[in-house]
């Protein structure tokens, strides 16, 4: 790969504050185009914030973000574009509740991208097709469980062929039977070469599919190391106790 | 054979049983209250068909029906979109629009509604068009004379009573349905915004397609009983001289002395009208509860 080419996404030095709380504090990231980054860390310890900043659906209170070698701002024109070419992926999903999923997945192409209904469409269904469940695409998201919404949630965020895909929890909500189905659709994405930011609980996921993990705690990043080095050989004690409380479970 | 005799008499005795528990719960579930109105409306309706004096103060007070409803329908429209803005407004992150969608809400819901339309009738809108009529002859004076002389022939007494009706009719619901637009939008969950808002969609095209297509129907028979509330309350605009069915049922019992009749023929016209519509509202309310969700 071109050496010359900027991260994908970089954030520096960024601080956020929600009143007293300092959410996050001082954080440095760069993510390479194919990389696949996952986030890990006690509740409460910044983790989500911190990816809500990279799309600025938290506006951070100091610091920088650089999306594909453009700062992000928030002037509201550059940040729907860059959006666009952000996917995200809920923990709770939302999904359009009044919209069937073929819906959900058409409307930001067509709102947003002026792509034609057919199109939209055919995008909707190929990517219905790859998170398995082309046959749910007149169901409203009420009347699919809850793992199908997810992956539905993930279809909807593929259509827009976006550069960076943000993961949020994706399984946090989701039944026990349900988190693999949602999983293996990660896994795939992770395969092709999609670049990703996911905090996630999931260890065995984070092994399997990351080429780095990073740590958090208070809202810093404590370690980050390829997921062999991370959990077979952590350096700092909060990263061992983390580690020893989540893998006893 | 006895032991027979016995067993069925017990049946017997247990269906009786069953069937006063079967008559007893469909007494307690009819909706006497709905039979109770039905009476009072069939029985003034007989009394119109047979007692000349009944049907006397019917046919005269009948002539203003066509005003109640076009009142009610033209300032009904009107203040749902004065409403949809306001509601928007209040909800806003723009501070300026905040504190003026806030400000008219309050204001008017802090007055009577009789008081406010005095107050926009006989007040506001003189203001209006003295304002505009002053602001004709300046521009004028300036030399945009074809908008300025167009303002400048503004008259109050060209602006009839009824259209100040629908005016301050309008500017007083429009604070009620705004309070009902916020309720709606804020009950959608934040997620959804988010969702649109992550996906690129600007904040006004995620309240159009994904915030207020949920938010509309969430209020929905909300909404409807705001319409019938407006039926009632357009009765506060005979104050103003307009001859709707109240004006004209106060008018004919002033000078023909019939008070029961004009008064009673009165309340089951409105009766019958208000009865008809919240039918209409639990219909829509039944197909919102059972199409999806």
């Known amino acids: 790969m071109d050496n010359n080419q900027p991260p994908m996404i970089e954030v520096k030095n960024l601080h956020k504050w929600f009143g007293d709380l300092h959410a996050v504090d001082d954080v440095n990231l760069s993510v390479q185009q194919g990389k696949v980054v996952v986030i890990i860390g006690p509740s409460g310890s910044g983790k989500s914030t911190l990816l809500r900043c990279m799309n600025f659906l938290e506006t951070p209170t100091s610091g920088e973000v650089w999306f594909m070698g453009e700062r992000m701002t928030t002037d509201q024109k550059d940040l729907n574009r860059h959006r666009a070419e952000i996917g995200m992926v809920f923990q709770s999903f939302n999904l359009y509740a009044h919209l069937t999923v073929m819906e959900n997945i058409t409307l930001a192409q067509r709102v947003v991208k002026k792509t034609e209904k057919k199109e939209a469409e055919a995008i909707a269904l190929e990517q219905l097709r790859k998170v398995g469940i082309a046959d749910k695409a007149d169901k409203l998201p009420s009347q699919i469980s809850g793992g199908q919404q997810q992956r539905a949630a993930i279809a909807r965020a593929l259509a827009m062929k976006p550069k960076l895909m943000l993961f949020d929890e994706p399984t946090s909500a989701l039944d026990p039977e349900m988190i693999k189905e949602v999983l293996d659709v990660m896994m795939l994405l992770a395969k092709e070469g999609i670049t990703m930011v996911i905090v996630t609980h999931e260890m065995g996921f984070a092994r399997a599919a990351a080429d780095e993990v990073i740590f958090m705690d208070f809202g810093r990043i404590v370690e980050k190391s390829t997921p062999e080095n991370l959990f077979n050989n952590p350096q700092s004690e909060r990263t061992k106790l983390f580690l020893s409380q989540i893998l006893q479970k | ?293």
């Not at chain 2, 209250?33 to 007989?46: E, F, H």
């Not at chain 2, 995620?206 to 319409?227: E, K, S, Y």
């Not at chain 2, 019938?228 to 009765?235: F, V, Y």
């Open chain 2, 1 to 293: 054979m006895a032991l027979n005799d016995s067993t069925a008499v017990a049946d017997r005795i247990a269906l009786r049983e069953l069937s006063r528990q079967r008559l007893r719960t469909r007494l307690a579930s009819f909706p006497w209250w709905l039979a109770s109105i039905g009476l009072i409306i069939a029985t003034t309706l007989y009394l119109i068909a047979n007692a000349p004096s009944f049907s006397e103060a019917f046919s005269t007070i009948r002539a203003g029906i066509s005003v109640t409803l076009t009142i009610t329908l033209i300032s009904y429209a009107i203040s749902l979109v004065i409403g949809l803005v306001t509601g928007l407004g209040r909800v806003s992150k723009n501070i300026g629009s905040q504190n003026i969608a806030t400000f008219y809400v309050e204001l008017m819901r802090g007055i009577p509604m009789l008081v406010s339309i005095f107050f926009i009738a006989l007040v506001l809108v003189p203001g209006a068009v003295d304002l505009l009529g002053g602001l004709g002859v300046k521009l004028s004076e300036l030399g945009l004379t074809g908008i300025g002389e167009f303002l400048s022939s503004a008259d109050n007494r060209a602006v009839s009573m009824s259209l100040r009706a629908v005016i301050a009719l309008s500017i007083t619901y429009g604070a009620y349905s705004a309070e009902i637009f916020r309720a709606g939008i804020q009950s959608v969950p934040v997620g959804q915004m988010e969702a649109a808002r992550s996906q690129g969609l600007s904040y006004g095209q995620a309240m159009r397609h994904i915030i207020l297509p949920q938010a509309v129907r969430n209020v929905l028979p909300a909404i409807g009983n705001d319409f019938i509330a407006m039926l009632k309350d357009s009765s506060l605009v005979s104050v103003l001289a307009v001859r709707d069915v109240t004006q004209i049922a106060r008018l004919y019992a002033g000078h023909s002395f019939r008070f029961p009749e004009a008064y009673t023929t009165l309340s089951v016209m409105y009766l019958s009208m208000t009865l008809m519509l919240s039918l209409v509202v639990k219909l829509i309310e039944k197909r919102i509860s059972t199409n999806g969700q």
